[in-house]
């Protein structure tokens, strides 16, 4: 399926917050950063308190009186105590697809992961702790983070427009995906000020509505912009649907596709509509996708894992069937982002 590219060239760097062996090296939210231009994905692409309680009760003691005999301390009658009501476990609200919220009004239920984990250390993390309104993402959070802004998306029905589209409440990033002016409004945030590596582990908590004509498509993306050298999606698909992975063969270019990896694509056991964490494991002729930790693919052929830098690009654009409805607008909401070096 086509799939086109577009150098990007950073607005600014943005200093990142590193998160070295277990550690941070600057800063308390580990990271904000990253801008810049990817392909797109696979199929589609080619398709063109605690209250520590110390009693406070003493016991009385007798007061001295005239009376040569002291009064006893009355002991006190033992009541049978009320019994306590079984906690009520909070239900997180489910945000129906298509409600077109502005504001966050479900929060993810699962902590960000800080430190490393055997076999990988952790670079960078973002757990959108600051807000940004509408039209203030990039002077919050960098020009690096809030990625593409002004290109056609993939298929060209879209515009990548992270003031229009990207803001923080709640501790989430939310996408606000809408036409406006005319044309699709999407966004790609790019992680780790635009820094790339060869191998990682990927980690992200989202959810999104169902939105016919829009996609996304998170992905590892080269550094060099050569398509050529590779690419590694992960999760791709229609807004609200099941998605799947996908790895993008070395050297396969030829006349605008490439050959991607598993030929046949398992998808999610689920849809996107929930909230879910979705990891890439990349390593030396190995690609393991997963979801709230289940394996749900893997790459086939160890020829088809990329070996060069990646930068990791969180891809929201138009599907390759035309331009979306005006009518259409939804959101994607991204809890956590965490990324690791492989250490082999």
């Known amino acids: 399926m086509l799939r086109r590219r577009a150098a990007v060239v950073a607005a600014a760097t943005v200093a990142g917050l590193v998160l070295c062996g277990g550690a941070l090296s600057t800063g308390a939210v580990i990271a904000e950063s990253k801008g810049s231009q990817r392909g797109s994905s696979s199929d589609s692409r080619n398709a063109s308190s605690s209250k520590s309680w110390k009693s406070s009760w003493q016991p009385t003691r007798a007061t001295a009186t005239a009376t040569p005999t002291p009064t006893p301390t009355p002991v006190p009658t033992a009541t049978a105590a009320a019994p306590t009501a079984a906690p009520t476990v909070p239900q997180t609200p489910h945000l129906e697809p298509g409600d077109g919220v502005t504001k966050v009004e479900v929060q993810a239920d699962s902590t960000m992961p800080v430190g490393d984990l055997i076999g990988w250390s952790q670079v960078w993390a973002q757990d959108f702790t600051t807000a940004a309104p509408l039209g203030q993402f990039g002077s ?23 003031e229009k589209v990207l803001s923080v409440s709640g501790g989430l990033l939310d996408y606000y995906i809408h036409t406006a002016d005319g044309a699709p409004r999407v966004a790609a945030p790019v992680a780790n000020d635009y820094e790339g590596q060869t191998y990682g582990r990927y980690s992200i908590r989202f959810r999104s509505d169902v939105m016919p004509g829009y996609k996304m498509a998170f992905l590892l993306w080269p550094s060099s912009d050569d398509w050529n050298e590779g690419e590694i999606d992960f999760p791709e698909g229609n807004l609200g649907e099941k998605l799947y992975g996908a790895s993008a063969k070395a050297g396969s270019y030829t006349n605008g596709r490439m050959t991607f990896d598993p030929p046949v694509h398992s998808f999610t056991p689920t849809d996107s509509t929930d909230w879910h964490t979705a990891t890439t494991e990349w390593t030396p002729g190995s690609v393991k996708w997963y979801w709230d930790g289940v394996l749900v693919g893997e790459t086939t052929d160890p020829a088809a894992v990329p070996t060069t830098d990646m930068r990791w690009t969180l891809q929201a654009e138009t599907t390759s069937d035309g331009v979306p409805d005006p009518s259409v607008s939804g959101h994607i909401q991204i809890d956590w982002m965490v990324q690791y070096e492989y250490e082999g």
Do not use: H, Q
Request: aromatic fraction near 22%; avoid cysteine.
């Open 140 to 162: 919050v959070y960098g020009e690096a983070l809030k990625g593409y802004d002004g290109f056609s998306d993939t298929f060209g029905n879209g515009i990548y427009s992270p």
